[in-house]
Every structure is written in C-alpha cells, then in structure tokens.
C-alpha cells in the first residue's frame, strides 16, 4: 500500500533555483504546480521534462527519478480504468472509450508534472527554509491577530511522521507474509497482495495519529524557530504576481466554456 520510495542518497548540488530566496522559491514552485493543471497534455508533459531536467541538474539522477515512479505503476493503471470506464464524453457510463483512456494519460501527465515540481522544492529547500518561507509569505496574517508560532513545529511533525510510517508498513508487510507459511517461490496471486495492503491503512492511520502526538509532545519543549527571511527581489515578486494573475485569467477563461 506504501510505495517503497526512499530519499536519494545522491548529494543535491547548488542550482540557480537553490540560490533564489526561499519565498520566492516556494511560490514559483507552488505556482508550477497549480500551471500543469491548466496546461494542455503536451505543455503539461513538458513541464515536467523541465522539472525533472532541474532535479538532474541538482544532483538527482534520470535513473533514479525513473526508479522512482515504479512503485506507482499500480495507481497509474487504476487512474486509467477509472478514466476509460467513467469519462461519458464518447461513451456511457460504464462503457470503455479512447477518450476516456486519453483523458486517463493526460490526468497521469498532470499529476506526474506536479509531484516533479514537488520534489524539486524537496531537493532546493530544507525543513527550516520551507518554515521560513511560509512564514514570509503569512507575515501580513499577523495584523490580524493570526500567529504562526507553531508553524515550524507543524512541518516537523508531518515531515518526521511520514518516514516512520513508510518503515512501519514494510514492517507489517514482512509480517503478513510471513504468516503465510508459504516458500518464497510460490507468491501469491495479485489480488491477494493488493487486498493485503489494502488491510494495512487501518493501523497506519491509528500509528500516524499516534506517532504524530508523541512527535508533537516531545518538541512541545524543544521548539523549532524557523530563520527570519529578508526581502526578496521586487522583481521576483512582480513575476510571481503575473504569474499568479495569468492563472486566475486561465481558469476562469477555462470556467466560461474556452479549455484546451
């Protein structure tokens, strides 16, 4: 059920992208995101031959990015029977269509483009120029009696959590097997791995929400404070604002009935 990723253990190398300030960094990467959703399939698809372009430039190899997305081959044939049984645009409900199949890849495409460009803000910014960042971006929420004190702290339980919980998967994963009885040869049938992993997000939600807890107690004391930013750039904040008006403008171009 839990992909079997782990971090690179490839160095990250100094990029352009890394030497941006970490709010602008944040905001250009978060924009990215929101852009190969609105982009067609073949923009959208390069994008994120772009971002995986800046995450071999820092460091993260084309190998191990390929790696990397095997372990999703499995909700990637699901997006695709999804989309070719339910897009009714050329067939019922129900009923297998290419658009639907078409429409599938190109929600792959989207989706691939985005966890690209989220992985590249892994790979340029750390936990703490993450916090900082947002910081930045919420300082004006302040006026209005808004604090982000806990901020850094809610960073550290989420990232913190999650490698605990992969590790506790594999953990269980190891168990079920072994109570099987069975020699290594004789693998079970498909479904039957599937309905085992399917069996393991009950307790992985009870050990995230106890994990978490204890994670939050024990740095309730010890208390993260993210660096204090200085000003970015005029211009890197006039681009993002662009930006960020050009998607406004697309979408809801895209709501008043004109979409690629």
């Known amino acids: 059920m839990m992909?079997?990723?782990?971090?690179?253990?490839?160095?990250?190398?100094?990029?352009?992208?890394?030497?941006l300030h970490p709010a602008v960094r944040l905001g250009a990467i978060l924009l990215a995101v929101v852009t190969v959703f609105l982009l067609p399939p073949a923009a959208a698809a390069a994008a994120g031959l772009l971002a995986m372009a800046l995450l071999a430039t820092g460091g993260l190899a084309w190998s191990r990015q390929l790696a990397g997305l095997r372990s999703w081959w499995p909700l990637a044939v699901l997006v695709l029977l999804i989309h070719t049984l339910t897009t009714t645009e050329a067939a019922p409900l129900g009923h297998p269509s290419w658009?639907?199949?078409?429409a599938g890849a190109a929600a792959l495409v989207r989706v691939g483009a985005a966890m690209a460009f989220l992985a590249l803000l892994v790979r340029t910014t750390d936990l703490n120029g993450t916090a900082a960042a947002l910081g930045w971006w919420l300082a004006p929420l302040r006026r209005l009696g808004i604090r982000d004190d806990d901020l850094p702290v809610m960073l550290t339980v989420a990232v913190g959590t999650t490698p605990a919980v992969l590790g506790e998967a594999?953990?269980?994963?190891?168990?079920?097997?072994?109570?099987?009885?069975?020699?290594?040869?004789?693998?079970?049938?498909?479904?039957?791995?599937?309905?085992?992993?399917?069996?393991?997000?009950?307790?992985?939600?009870?050990?995230?929400?106890?994990?978490?807890?204890?994670?939050?107690l024990a740095l309730r004391r010890r208390r993260p404070v993210a660096p204090e930013l200085g000003r970015p750039a005029g211009w890197h904040l006039v681009a993002l604002a662009v930006w960020a008006a050009g998607l406004v403008g697309a979408a809801l171009a895209r709501r008043g009935g004109t979409s690629w």
């Open 3 to 19: 992909p079997r990723v782990g971090p690179a253990r490839c160095a990250p190398r100094t990029t352009p992208l890394a030497r």
């Open 99 to 102: 658009t639907g199949l078409a």
């Open 170 to 216: 594999r953990r269980i994963e190891a168990a079920v097997a072994l109570r099987r009885h069975a020699p290594a040869s004789s693998r079970p049938h498909w479904w039957r791995r599937q309905a085992d992993r399917a069996r393991l997000v009950v307790p992985l939600c009870e050990s995230l929400v106890r994990r978490a807890d204890a994670l939050s």
